[in-house]
């Protein structure tokens, strides 16, 4: 998994002069669900939570005995990583008493190991409404609310967390990965800075505050934070993936081919390895390349959007629109929301001359990012296509004497639309 997500900012391979990139997203910073089939964010990839102490201490009725043995059990099935069997106890121990906090605790976590990310932070809202003091829980569940997009939520949890408990690392990088989405990259440093000084022995808080340097435009700070995680966890995928990623921000494709590399080799089955090594090829112009490491990650997992939206990319720049098409519509299959897919593909669409379809893909990215200039700048281009074109096939004695006027002022408002510009939408480098 990669160190953290960062926000979409740059071309498709961190590089300037992309046919297809767009400033409305990349497929190197992209959602979990394009990336791969992730159960949960960075930050709740920490030490399984211990049973804590109110287990099978806790003093009343029988039935309150009862429900402490129920939950305790599930503790240790879950430390036995049988999650369906400490769901089952917890549950049973919360219908004999809904107020055991250590029993919403277990289910909780028993539901962030599984991925099931809204019912965990149902679970650790109700741990909190019966014990409100537990910074833990507010990190837990402000991890949760980072997996589900709730940025805002995630940073009034983890600020709690960090008001009753200062010295806990891991709610200080939580509360930083929140102010990277909401591109509030100075407190972010600052955040990630307090946890690498509680804890700088943690590879993911050094590259946390990698993301949050490389938003800033710090690109040395970001890599070196980026090598120090290598330094502390090298046997680890992801913290060559999170080098690459750092790398290719900084225009070194080489370099990051490397890291992925290094990557792949660490986890052959590691979907991002093979996408990011395939993305530095591409801004190294080894398009031939880049097709046969996206096919590799294909093959691991046949739904990574992330890989279909790069193959595409680079069939595209080999000529091959019509595969491009294909790979890019097969992304938008199993992640719709990458707005720098739907203009990918009305792109390759409008250089074949299908203007409708690609005044159609333009509008969906609109949708899911209405600031974006470009789709606004390509819907208009393809809309003035479609005009000319329906002029052209209206008969003579529709347009009477006016017929070739009007042709001729809608060929001049769409001069020179008949050929791919790929100098009309740059994105900028991130």
């Known amino acids: 998994m990669a160190m953290a997500e960062t926000t979409p900012s740059r071309g498709p391979h961190g590089k300037q002069g992309s046919p297809v990139s767009s400033r409305s997203g990349s497929p190197s910073r992209v959602s979990s669900k394009m990336k791969r089939h992730a159960s949960a964010p960075q930050a709740l990839e920490t030490t399984l939570m211990e049973s804590p102490s109110g287990v099978g201490s806790v003093i009343g009725s029988p039935l309150s005995d009862a429900a402490a043995s129920l939950a305790s059990s599930g503790w240790l099935r879950l430390k036995q990583n049988d999650l369906s069997g400490s769901m089952f106890l917890s ?21 962030l190991l599984s991925g099931n990310l809204e019912a965990a932070i149902r679970d650790l809202s109700g741990a909190l409404k019966v014990d409100p003091g537990s910074s833990r829980d507010w990190q837990l569940r402000a991890s949760a609310k980072l997996g589900v997009g709730d940025m805002q939520g995630a940073l009034a949890d983890s600020s709690q967390s960090v008001a009753l408990n200062s010295y ?54 970001a890599l070196a934070d980026g090598s120090q995680a290598v330094k502390l966890a090298s046997g680890s995928s992801a913290v060559w993936n999170h080098r690459a990623d750092m790398r290719l921000r900084s225009s070194d494709h080489l370099g990051a081919m490397r890291d992925a590399t290094q990557a792949i080799r660490k986890n052959p089955r590691d979907l991002e390895g093979w996408c990011w090594r395939a993305s530095a090829k591409i801004s190294g112009g080894d398009f031939p390349g880049a097709v046969e490491d996206c096919s590799s990650a294909i093959k691991v997992d046949k739904a990574c959007a992330w890989a279909w939206a790069i193959r595409g990319d680079a069939r595209h720049r080999l000529g091959d629109w019509s595969g491009a098409i294909a790979d890019f519509s097969e992304s938008l299959c199993h992640d719709a929301s990458q707005a720098w897919v739907w203009i990918a593909r009305g792109r390759t669409r409008f250089q074949k001359g299908l203007y409708s379809e690609a005044a159609e893909d333009f509008a969906a ?27 052209w096939t209206l008969p003579l004695i529709q347009l009477g004497g006016s017929m070739p006027v009007t042709l001729q002022a809608l060929s001049k408002s769409s001069k020179g639309l008949e050929r791919f510009d790929t100098k009309s939408s740059q994105s900028p480098s991130k």
């Open 365 to 391: 990215a609109l949708e899911g990012d209405p600031e974006s200039e470009e789709a606004m700048h390509w819907l208009q281009k393809a809309q003035s296509q479609v005009l000319v074109k329906k002029a």
């Open 168 to 221: 806990k690392a891991d709610a200080w990088s939580t509360r930083s990965l929140a102010r990277i989405q909401l591109h509030d990259f100075k407190a972010a440093e600052a955040d990630s800075t307090r946890a690498i000084d509680l804890d700088p022995r943690s590879a993911m808080y050094w590259g946390v505050r990698a993301n949050a340097r490389i938003n800033m435009g710090d690109t040395l700070g």
């Open 91 to 111: 549950t049973e121990a919360l219908k004999q008493d809904s107020t055991l906090s250590p029993a919403w605790r277990c289910r909780a976590q028993a539901n």
